[in-house]
């Protein structure tokens, strides 16, 4: 479970706490926003965790309290049955894309699907709602469809008001997304928000704000600096390849190549062992092998 900011030092209400307890331990906590993804590929994670920084950014700002807690959570580590998510979303590709399609991106609002809001919590996700009743959050935002039924689901269970803010990540929002019960939709772009207003989403709780990244991104670097920290080259286009799930296949080299490689590391001031470690990485050859070769 990833936390942004731990909070184990919070005390935990229970049923069984009195009632004049609960009300101590609640003035105890700190305000907290709870930002929920589920590892379904890397980049539901990826914007939970850029949320994350921003909303640490703008403390003491925007009516974002001072001493706000911030707690990035999978929904997935809160499941009665635990799965791979990786796995599961790889079962709608290829052949059996069109089944994805209809259900995901054409059928079913999210009101409808989750009985009212609050099936699959009921059924899959009761310690998610235990997590709202103890830790009370004052907001939570989802960046996947699981996270933001569940956390609609939790609020009508558990009779603790907070907005939900979703954060779809797709580049389009699916019919299954909580359209009746969400209090805002941040969506990339002007086509996402054209699918929203079909399913009744007032204008109001819509907001076009980007897909969310990190820090660092937006900072002005001095690009021939950059690329000489990596050894690339400042005469030339660079290309970075990015995975989601799964991470990018080792680039396909020949022995010779790896030693190539090695070499121009070298020449840039690396010693042998860097460079014959640094050429394994990006081929499927051995450190050890490499680094024969370029003794030679």
């Known amino acids: 479970m990833d936390q942004t900011q731990t909070s184990d030092d919070a005390p935990l209400l229970t049923h069984s706490t009195p009632q004049s307890e609960q009300t101590t331990l609640l003035a105890q906590q700190k305000p907290l926003v709870t930002i929920v993804h589920a590892s379904v590929g890397s980049g539901h994670k990826a914007a939970a965790n850029a949320?994350?920084?921003a909303f640490d950014l703008i403390r003491s700002t925007n009516g974002i309290p001072e001493d706000v807690e911030i707690e990035v959570l999978d929904i997935l580590d809160f499941g009665r049955i635990k799965f791979d998510g990786n796995k599961t979303a790889a079962s709608f590709t290829g052949a059996t894309r069109p089944i994805y399609d209809l259900t995901w991106r054409y059928t079913l609002t999210g009101h409808l699907l989750w009985g009212g809001g609050t099936a699959w919590s009921r059924i899959m996700f009761p310690a998610f709602n235990e997590y709202v009743r103890t830790r009370r959050p004052i907001a939570v935002v989802a960046t996947h469809i699981t996270a933001a039924n569940v956390a609609?689901?939790?609020?009508?269970?558990?009779g603790i008001d907070y907005p939900v803010i979703c954060v779809p990540t797709d580049y389009e929002v699916e019919g299954w997304w909580p359209h009746k019960d969400t209090?805002?939709?941040?969506?990339?772009?002007?086509?996402?928000?054209e699918t929203l207003r079909p399913r009744k989403v007032p204008e109001a709780k819509i907001?076009?704000?980007?897909?969310?990244?990190?820090?660092?991104?937006d900072t002005d670097y001095n690009r021939e600096?950059?690329?000489k920290k990596f050894n690339l080259p400042t005469d030339k286009t660079i290309v970075l390849v990015m995975a989601g799930a799964q991470p990018c296949p080792a680039q396909e080299l020949t022995l010779d190549d790896a030693v190539g490689l090695a070499r121009k590391q070298m020449a840039a001031g690396q010693s042998a062992t860097a460079a014959a470690k640094y050429a394994a990485a990006h081929s499927a050859f051995s450190k050890s092998e490499i680094y024969r070769r370029c003794l030679e």
């Open 225 to 227: 600096e950059e690329l």
């Open 51 to 53: 949320i994350a920084q």
């Open 152 to 158: 609609v689901g939790a609020r009508v269970i558990t």
């Open 183 to 193: 209090d805002l939709f941040c969506v990339a772009n002007e086509f996402m928000a």
């Open 207 to 217: 907001r076009i704000t980007g897909i969310p990244i990190r820090a660092g991104f």
